[in-house]
């Protein structure tokens, strides 16, 4: 599976932005999707995650209520919408996939990773 992450960018404290993240080379239906961050000096971070069959979804707690994770496995793409941004949500965004059964939600040690997309959030 190759992964192409965009939709990063500046912005303010408050503000929104959305990412998206396309798929291509295998069956996008068949693996849990997700998005991991990796800010200055610290280690990547899970941030959210959602099952192949899209009905499921995880989040860690420093994003929930913030942030929504969608798929659409007819277009093998996820989104991720960013909402009350903070300036502590300024990382390197990467997507991931794992193969999994329709509900999971498990993303440890992900197959595939796309090449990252930069979010600044600016106090």
């Known amino acids: 599976v190759q992964l192409q992450a965009s939709g990063g960018g500046w912005v303010q404290a408050g503000g929104s932005l959305k990412l998206s993240c396309a798929a291509s080379?295998?069956?996008?239906?068949?693996?849990?999707m997700g998005w991991f961050r990796q800010a200055p000096g610290k280690e990547r971070e899970f941030v959210t995650a959602?099952?192949?069959?899209?009905?499921?979804?995880y989040y860690a707690n420093s994003v929930k209520g913030r942030f929504t994770i969608s798929r659409d496995n007819a277009k093998n793409t996820v989104y991720l919408q960013m909402n009350s941004l903070k300036p502590e949500d300024t990382a390197v965004y990467y997507c991931a996939a794992k193969s999994g059964t329709p509900f999971s939600t498990s993303l440890n040690e992900p197959n595939y990773w796309g090449q990252g997309t930069q979010v600044t959030v600016s106090s």
């Open positions: 080379g295998r069956t996008f239906s068949n693996y849990v």
């Open positions: 959602i099952s192949p069959s899209g009905v499921f979804t």
